[in-house]
């Protein structure tokens, strides 16, 4: 059983690009959490996800954000029009029900 | 408001035992988790306690909890070089998931 899987692992943007983050769960796992990793800080919580539906989204920034986690498919997150202050690690992490969660290497994004 | 604390640096030799100390802030945290970060890597869960319990033992770890201070520590026995990672503590409330909140993280460096 392979783990979560996060892709890309790198990823470099210019200011005002979009970022699309891509995370898929370990297998029969139907909920999904994205966090962020500010440099020299703990992880931040971002959303909560079940399969077509966002659960919570008390951690994600109002504007330029979104999150997705369709039928088939990844869970995506999407940053758009990137600012320098984006740059971080982003990790997902599933969970067969809404409890013990498994992470994924993360997604390092750095804005130029 | 949830917060979580902790040192941000421990230096140990090899063999030497480990304490990486943890504050938390809310008194309906239903779990508290240890997580292991290494360089580049994902969060590794390494073992977690719940609420109602003081202390926990999963063969070289030792988790103790004092409840009433809100305060959690993980001892690693006989420390390798190989413990050398970011240590984060995690506490999480019930609110339908497990949504977690972490500390900032202990460094933890190991020297022959």
């Known amino acids: 059983n392979a783990g979560v899987m996060q892709n890309p692992r790198h990823l470099v943007r210019r200011r005002g690009q979009e970022a699309r983050l891509r995370c898929s769960p370990m297998?029969?796992?139907?909920?999904v959490y994205w966090y962020r990793q500010l440099p020299e800080e703990g992880l931040k919580f971002m959303v909560y996800?079940?399969?077509?539906?966002?659960?919570?989204e008390s951690g994600m920034p109002k504007e330029r954000f979104s999150a997705e986690f369709p039928k088939e498919g990844p869970s995506i997150l999407r940053i758009q029009q990137v600012v320098r202050g984006d740059s971080a690690a982003y990790f997902c992490?599933?969970?067969?029900?809404?409890?013990?969660?498994?992470f994924g290497p993360g997604t390092r994004l750095t804005v130029l | 408001g949830e917060d979580v604390e902790q040192s941000l640096f421990l230096s140990v030799r090899e063999g030497d035992s480990s304490v990486i100390n943890c504050t938390y802030t809310?008194?309906?945290?239903?779990?508290l988790y240890w997580y292991k970060q290494e360089p580049g890597a994902g969060l590794q869960l390494l073992t977690y306690?719940?609420?109602?319990?003081d202390m926990k033992q999963d063969q070289r770890l030792t988790v103790l909890l004092n409840k009433k201070d809100k305060h959690l520590s993980l001892r690693i026995a006989d420390t390798q070089t190989g413990d050398s990672a970011i240590y984060f503590c995690?506490?999480?409330?019930?609110?339908?998931?497990?949504?977690?909140?972490f500390g900032t993280g202990t460094r933890l460096l190991v020297s022959p």
């Open positions: 992490a599933s969970s067969p029900r809404s409890d013990e969660q498994f």
């Open positions: 297998k029969g796992h139907s909920h």
């Open positions: 996800l079940q399969k077509e539906n966002i659960i919570d």
């Open positions: 809310d008194s309906s945290s239903t779990y």
């Open positions: 306690i719940f609420s109602n319990m």
């Open positions: 995690a506490e999480s409330t019930d609110t339908g998931f497990q949504k977690l909140v």
